[in-house]
Nanobody, 127 residues
Framework: DGEVVESGGGSVQPGGSLRLSCITP????????MGWFRQSPGKEREGVAA????????YYADSVKGRFTVSRDNAKDILYLQLDNLETEDTATYYC????????????????????WGRGTQVTVSS
């Protein structure tokens, strides 16, 4: 509990923007890859984006490419997910997750490779 903590969710209109943040108070943040997932009511949790330990390799779901940007500041121990041009279909609870390793090998969406998860932050997009 408290190993991974998200913040920054909210309600916006279509076309709006939000920035989500994630911290890992109980881990050495800079040595692990990280991921963002989301889940809408009635749907399975899906991968949104991931980033390796260094921040020079990023991965995105096709549905968010060009609209969302994952980044990290290892000096501040913070992970970000910038959400731009939001659509109603982006409405979901967004989860931050710590990957088991520094590098992302295999599928970045494989949830078994993430060992600690936050409680989620709600993003609602509606007019």
């Amino acid at each position: 509990d408290g190993e991974v903590v998200e913040s920054g969710g909210g309600s916006v209109q279509p076309g709006g923007s939000l920035r989500l943040s994630c911290i890992t108070p109980r881990f050495t943040f800079g040595i692990f890859a990280m991921g963002w997932f989301r889940q809408s009511p009635g749907k399975e949790r899906e991968g949104v984006a991931a980033i390796n330990w260094k921040g020079d390799m990023t991965y995105y779901a096709d549905s968010v490419k060009g609209r969302f940007t994952v980044s990290r500041d290892n000096a501040k121990d913070i992970l970000y997910l910038q959400l731009d041009n939001l659509e109603t279909e982006d409405t979901a609870t967004y989860y931050c997750a710590k990957r088991r390793a520094a590098h992302i090998r295999g599928s970045w969406t494989d949830q078994r490779q993430y060992d600690y998860w936050g409680r989620g932050t709600q993003v609602t997009v509606s007019s």
